[in-house]
């Protein structure tokens, strides 16, 4: 039953999830070894490149996923973010599953809110531009006007594979990003503990 986290939250005061106990396979680290057939070029000599996984599944069985959903990176972290962390998405050309993802961190199973993250309708009130889908030369001044509106202090976030390596297209523009969250489309704990991490939590 899909909402008992709901039910038990109503009897015992429990609002969200602690930790995922059902996480989708296909969402998480990927690991094996032999032969790939894979057409983002993920699996170099052996190796699983986190960041280029559309997780299409042409790999398996030599290769499975581990159920680790630490596929992120967060180069640095911003303690002036601890108390509130206001989130500006912009898509510039995805599938629709990045989004999905993303507002589902703002539902009640989730609930981004007990983190202190938010989200925001303007960049002018953002601390983060999240960014979704492969980033083509026409969206750069649109992603760039939306930085600049921006105040200090301020980061850029990559959200999916897309957006970090181009995806299934390969030719994006990369941008010079704090935290690169990976995933085609990322599960929302990923991109949970990845924004708690930019807090320094």
Request: net charge positive; charged share 25%; proline share 7%.
């Amino acid at each position: 039953m899909k909402n008992w986290w709901f039910i038990q939250g109503l009897r015992k005061g429990i609002m969200t999830e602690k930790y995922p106990k059902d996480i989708a396979e296909w969402s998480t680290e990927i690991e094996g070894k032999g032969q790939a057939n894979c057409p983002t070029n993920a699996i170099e000599d052996g190796k699983w490149i986190k960041e280029r996984c559309i997780f299409c599944r042409r790999c398996y069985p030599n290769y499975k996923p581990n159920l680790n959903p630490n596929i992120y990176d967060v180069k640095t972290t911003q303690p002036l973010f601890r108390k509130s962390f206001y989130l500006y998405s912009v898509d510039s050309g995805t599938c629709g599953g990045c989004n999905m993802e993303l507002k589902l961190i703002s539902a009640p199973e989730y609930d981004m809110t007990r983190f202190g993250i938010f989200f925001t309708n303007t960049p002018r009130h953002a601390d983060a531009l999240i960014v979704m889908g492969v980033i083509t030369e026409k969206m750069r001044e649109v992603i760039k006007r939306a930085y600049d509106a921006m105040p200090e202090p301020k980061l850029i976030i990559l959200l999916g594979a897309c957006a970090i390596s181009g995806g299934i297209i390969g030719n994006g523009i990369p941008l010079d990003a704090v935290v690169e969250i990976s995933g085609c489309p990322p599960n929302p704990y990923t991109i949970l503990e990845a924004l708690v991490k930019v807090k320094g939590k």
